[in-house]
């Protein structure tokens, strides 16, 4: 199982960008499925990105559509998430998943927490207006 570590958060004014890593080891993190995932406070964790292995496909949350990027470096073993244009809403902690088996269905299975078993500890992003 790969063990996962965030980072890159912090805090920003609304429209700034930030660039959120996922540094993988204990396996290969280009063979497995991963996502981006967020959670303010009181509210359930929501995904916000997914993508293949290899990076082939990649799949958004509507809110996130046009202003984050998930992208991932194999050579690296890490996961990126570019995000742009930030706005107060995008507030959350910020956690990253993988898990390796088990071809989804349709793409928009990557958004779904349930989809995943290995999980880091989280980085956080604020944004303020």
């Known amino acids: 199982q790969v063990h996962l570590v965030e980072s890159g958060g912090g805090s920003v004014q609304s429209g700034g960008s930030l660039v959120l890593s996922c540094v993988a080891s204990?396996?290969?993190?280009?063979?497995?499925?991963m996502g981006w995932f967020r959670q303010a406070p009181g509210k359930q964790r929501e995904g916000v990105a997914g993508?293949?292995?290899?990076?082939?496909?990649?799949v958004y949350a509507d809110s996130v559509k046009g202003r984050f990027t998930i992208s991932r470096d194999a050579g690296k073993n890490t996961l990126y998430l570019q995000a742009n244009n930030l706005k107060p809403e995008d507030t959350g902690m910020y956690y990253c998943?993988?898990?390796?088996?088990?071809?989804?269905?349709?793409?928009?299975?990557?958004?779904?927490?349930?989809?995943?078993?290995?999980w880091g500890q989280g980085t956080q992003v604020t944004v303020s207006s």
């Open positions: 998943a993988a898990r390796r088996f088990g071809t989804p269905t349709v793409l928009d299975e990557l958004l779904s927490s349930a989809q995943y078993d290995s």
């Open positions: 204990g396996d290969t993190a280009n063979y497995y499925y």
């Open positions: 993508i293949t292995p290899g990076g082939y496909s990649t």
